[in-house]
Each structure stands twice: as structure tokens, then as C-alpha cells.
């Protein structure tokens, strides 16, 4: 019986390896997608607070779910001090998980305790500042969620010896039967919602109105049914909104783009210049500058060829800064093709074209393409 303790701390060890691995490949996953970690708000806040209420919102949410939300604000997480309670009684739980294991039983709870603790440690964080748009979020509970589950079934387990009678271990029996029916509903009833896009997000901008992704994704959804006065309306809610930089940058691109469908330059302009003020380094907002400085200086009618070819070397300036800013942008490279054919440079033009072709070899099936292709290559064999 005293020989064990090697054993544990063996066990242990092998854990807490298992555990550093899986936080090393969350994090190097979320850096790859192209996160970034900042210390914006106070020590103690970042280091200590925040992730001490993000653990308490996640076993809050393991003990009853609802309500649900794909977008999770701080305002949604119980505060310090409640916090501090719940997770006061979960360290409880796993003490006493530890107690009944070192008396030889209860392996199982502790098992599940140990579990649910380790696959909800890497997500915490999240409470890092630009990480993530929220700092938490329901789908880092999937992992989580089995261990729990395996804590309940060992909780479960060990009460039914302790029922003296039949009719107490049926009506146990009975009374989760109902617990997991009354679930599955509310389960089946979540998932009406995440049928579609619209659904979804309507949902979210309802539970998290003061915030832009919501609003921004409830916009895209509906631009994608074709409803473009919503989605008009959605983008620009999203601007009014809460958001970093990068957010709120995309939602200023967005309402550019439906002016632009609209034909509406000069709001289509403004929306698109808001983008790269709050973001200098977002491609797509010079992107959308330079199709419209493109635009008018393709516009029929009389026009005094130095006011063309200011706009033309405008649009190129917006594109170039498009690509430095996302040199895989292969649309701003056609564009600015295009941009380059248009002031007489037919070489580089095509050097352009061969670039998005070689980002993205799908652009060649594009049948504008082809005749731009063919339109530069007919210039360059007639010496034009």
C-alpha cells in the first residue's frame, strides 16, 4: 500500500507533460490563425481576474447551460466575487474526489474532476487581450463537457448502493431520465437556431446587441440572401458598435461594399478610407479605395486626361498598399492589372495578372480574366 506513491507521482508528471503539450498546440494554433497577445488592461486583471472568472463561467455552464450564446461578452461573466464562490466549491469537489480515491475508491470521480480542470486550463487564455473578439466561448466546453460527464456517471454510481430500497434507486433512475429528457429538448431546440447563418447571428446581436461581430456576421448573412438594405443597416449598427480596430475595420469595409453594389461612390469611399483609418494595415479597405478610384476614372464622359491619370495613379498607390499589406491578395493584383492596362503599361501588366494566377490558379477559369489576358497578350505581340 506504501508503495504507490511512485506510481502517482509518475502518473502526475506524465499529466501535467500531457497538459503543457496540449496548451503549446492550442496556442500555436490560435498564433497561426493569426492571433496576438497584448497585456492591455491591468496586471492584476489579465493575470489573476479574468481567468479566474472565465473558469467559473465554464463551470457554471457545465452545471446548467442556458442561456446560450455563440458570443460571449464579460458582461455575461459572473463577477469576482461570485466567481470566487464557484470555484471555491469546485475545489471542494475535487477534494473531496481526492479524499475518496486515497481511501481506494472514487478513482473515477477524480478522474473526470482532473479532466474537465485540464481541458478548460488552455482556453483561459483567451482572457489575454486580442486573442480572441470574447473571452470565452461555449465550444471550448465539448472537451470539457466528457469529463464531467464522467464525474456525474461516478457520482451516480457510487449513490445507488447507498438506496436502501428499490422504489429509491427507481426514482433516482427516474429522476435522471427526465434530467436528460428536459435536455435533449433544449438541446434539439439550440440547434433550430444554428440551422442557418441568420438564425444564428440574430440570436447573438439579441443576447450582445452593444457589440459589432454579431452585428458584422448578421450582415454578411443577410447581404448572402440578398436582403442589402438589412444588411446595410446591420453593418452599420456594427460600426456604432463595441470592437477592436481590426472589427470595427471590417465593418466599415462591409458598408463600403454594399454602397459600392449601389453604385453610391462617395459613401462606398468614406466607409472604405473609416476602414484603414481604424486599421492602416487591412488590405481589403485599400482595396476597396483603389476599385473606386478605378471606377471613376473608367467612368464614360468628358474628363481632362490629368484628372484620369491622378485617379488611375491613386488606385495604384490604394492597390499597392492592398498587396504590401497582403501580398497573397490575389484580386487587388488583378485590379491593379487592371489599373496598369488602363494607363498604357502593358508589360507589368501582365507581370500582374501572371501574379494572381500563381496565388490562386482557380482565377484563370474566370472568363473576365481570360479576356484580360488575352486583351494584354494582343497588346504586347502588336508592340501596344
Request: proline content about 5%.
Amino acid at each position: 500500500a506504501e508503495a504507490a506513491p511512485t506510481g502517482h507521482i509518475f502518473a502526475m508528471a506524465a499529466t501535467a507533460i500531457g497538459w503543457l503539450g496540449a496548451c503549446w498546440a492550442w496556442w500555436s494554433l490560435r498564433i497561426a490563425g493569426g492571433a496576438t497577445a497584448s497585456l492591455e488592461a491591468s496586471g492584476a486583471d489579465v493575470l489573476l481576474w479574468n481567468p479566474l472568472r472565465a473558469a467559473a463561467w465554464y463551470l457554471q455552464k457545465l452545471v446548467v447551460p442556458w442561456p446560450q450564446t455563440n458570443f460571449a461578452v464579460w458582461e455575461m461573466v459572473p463577477s469576482a466575487g461570485v466567481s470566487a464562490a464557484l470555484l471555491a466549491i469546485a475545489a471542494g469537489g475535487v477534494l473531496a474526489g481526492w479524499l475518496a480515491w486515497r481511501r481506494g475508491r472514487g478513482g473515477a470521480l477524480l478522474a473526470g474532476l482532473c479532466w474537465t480542470g485540464l481541458a478548460i486550463a488552455p482556453s483561459l487564455a483567451t482572457t489575454l487581450s486580442g486573442v480572441a473578439e470574447t473571452p470565452v466561448a461555449e465550444r471550448y466546453l465539448y472537451l470539457p463537457s466528457a469529463g464531467f460527464a464522467i464525474a456525474v456517471g461516478a457520482l451516480l454510481a457510487g449513490a445507488l448502493p447507498g438506496l436502501r430500497t428499490a422504489a429509491a434507486r427507481r426514482a433516482l433512475a427516474v429522476a435522471f431520465a427526465v434530467l436528460c429528457t428536459g435536455l435533449l429538448a433544449l438541446c434539439l431546440q439550440r440547434g433550430l437556431v444554428w440551422q442557418n447563418d441568420g438564425r444564428l447571428w440574430r440570436d447573438a446581436t439579441a443576447k450582445a446587441p452593444g457589440y459589432a461581430l454579431p452585428w458584422i456576421e448578421l450582415g454578411k448573412a443577410q447581404a448572402a440572401q440578398g436582403e442589402a438594405d438589412e444588411s446595410l443597416g446591420s453593418f452599420e449598427r456594427a460600426r456604432g458598435a463595441k470592437g477592436s480596430a481590426p472589427t470595427l475595420a471590417v465593418a466599415s469595409y462591409n458598408t463600403g461594399l454594399i454602397h459600392a453594389q449601389r453604385n453610391e461612390s462617395f459613401p462606398a469611399e468614406r466607409a472604405f478610407r473609416d476602414a484603414v483609418t481604424l486599421d492602416p494595415g487591412y488590405a481589403r479597405g485599400y482595396y476597396g479605395l483603389g476599385r473606386i478610384a478605378l471606377a471613376r476614372a473608367m467612368e464614360p464622359g468628358p474628363r481632362p486626361p490629368e484628372d484620369r491619370r491622378s485617379l488611375l495613379d491613386q488606385a495604384a498607390a490604394d492597390l499597392k498598399r492592398a498587396i504590401d499589406a497582403s501580398p497573397g491578395f490575389a484580386d487587388a493584383w488583378l485590379q491593379l492589372a487592371r489599373v496598369l492596362e488602363a494607363r498604357g503599361d502593358t508589360n507589368a501588366a501582365l507581370l500582374a495578372v501572371g501574379s494572381a494566377e500563381r496565388i490562386d490558379p482557380r482565377i484563370l477559369s474566370r472568363p473576365e480574366v481570360i479576356a484580360l489576358r488575352r486583351s494584354l497578350e494582343m497588346r504586347a505581340a502588336g508592340g501596344g
